[in-house]
């Protein structure tokens, strides 16, 4: 009996070392880290990696390319990409040079390129052009170069190039009344009365009554506002 002792006891520090090195084994399993999780996405699938973040026993790395916006898992132990999914597509890439839609704008309105930008988001360029009278915006297409639309704003202009606006014609001038006793007084010399004036859509006339002591004669004479010619001749007997 004794001499299983020493057998025994060899079996049970075997044993204890057998249990420790698989327990250290176990340790030892590397992880991977965030940084090895985006190496490892960007190396299957290329791009740029915008964010990792430890879920769990997985990784989750959102990475961005030509296509659209990813989020990948990549499983923390083996180092495998266990899913894909597309966040947000973000189409096809400007095919066009800014040259080349300088180009294409001019082709449809004549001027001058005052600038050219280009919108990621829509995929387009917006060229402006100042031409003699307007200024035209044309927005198109940075992968076909097809026209989206245009839009054009009158230039204002200076005092300089305003056309001159017209004269309204001047009033004809109507004689005063004294003008109109003078006129009167060369049909009858004497000494005026009374002088009436009355407004009509051809300017008005004069009535200007005039007595001569001397010849006994009295007339009324009518007298053209505007004309001073005399219009009729009334006497009083």
């Known amino acids: 009996m004794k001499k299983w002792i020493p057998i025994l006891a060899a079996c049970i520090i075997l044993g204890s070392a057998i249990v420790f090195f698989l327990l250290n084994s176990a340790d030892d399993v590397k992880m991977l880290n965030e940084t090895e999780a985006a190496a490892k996405v960007t190396q ?3 791009g ?8 769990g026993n997985d990784f989750s790395v959102e990475f961005q390319t030509d296509e659209g916006l990813y989020s990948a898992q990549v499983d923390r132990e083996s180092g495998r990409v266990t899913a894909v999914e597309l966040i947000e597509k973000t189409g096809p890439s400007k095919a066009l040079t800014v040259e080349q839609a300088e180009e294409i704008a001019l082709g449809e309105v ?3 390129i005052e600038e050219i930008n280009y919108s990621k988001g829509q995929n387009e ?3 402006t052009i100042m031409g003699e009278k307007e200024v035209s915006i044309i927005s198109l297409s940075a992968e076909t170069g097809e026209i989206r639309k245009i839009a054009n704003e009158e230039i204002p202009q200076s005092d300089s190039e305003q ?8 009033p004809e001038r109507i004689i ?3 003008e109109a006793e003078a006129i009167a007084k060369e049909t009858l010399e004497g000494e005026v009365q009374e002088v009436e004036f009355t407004q009509t859509q ?3 006339y004069y009535m200007v009554e005039i007595e001569n002591e001397e010849t006994e004669q009295e007339a009324t004479i009518q007298i053209h506002a505007i004309r001073g010619e ?4 009334e006497w009083d007997d």
């Open 44 to 46: 299957l699938y290329g």
């Open 202 to 204: 051809d300017g008005g």
């Open 230 to 233: 005399t219009l009729s001749v």
């Open 110 to 112: 004549q001027g001058e």
């Open 176 to 178: 005063t009344s004294a």
């Open 48 to 55: 740029s990696v915008n964010a990792a973040e430890l879920n």
């Open 125 to 127: 360029f917006a060229v």
């Open 163 to 170: 056309p001159e606006a017209e004269i309204p014609p001047e």
